[in-house]
């Protein structure tokens, strides 16, 4: 992000956008924070309820965006999302 001088809010366009590929039904973007814990953006294709899942993982939104906060590592938080 610093060498792109990337904001919070680039990650949010960027998610959105991937969740636009028509291919996808729901797009994922894992963003490590300072502390070492992993801020979750879920965005999904109408119809499709990504808050479910957040609210299940501690965090909420509405059904086509949503997000969360687990402990990382980043591998383990991406294992740990990727297999629920």
Do not use: Y
């Not at 001088?5 to 028509?22: H, Q, T």
């Not at 906060?69 to 980043?74: E, R, V």
């Amino acid at each position: 992000m610093a060498k792109s001088d990337a904001s919070n809010n680039g990650l949010s366009g960027l998610v959105a956008f991937l969740s636009g590929v028509e291919e996808a039904n729901i797009a994922v973007l894992f963003k490590e924070r300072g502390d070492g814990r992993i801020e979750v953006s879920l965005r999904s294709a109408p119809g499709v309820d990504v808050s479910r899942f957040a609210v299940a993982m501690g965090g909420g939104g509405h059904p086509q965006a949503a997000g969360f906060t687990i402990p990382g590592p980043l591998a383990k938080a991406e294992h740990t999302v990727l297999q629920a």
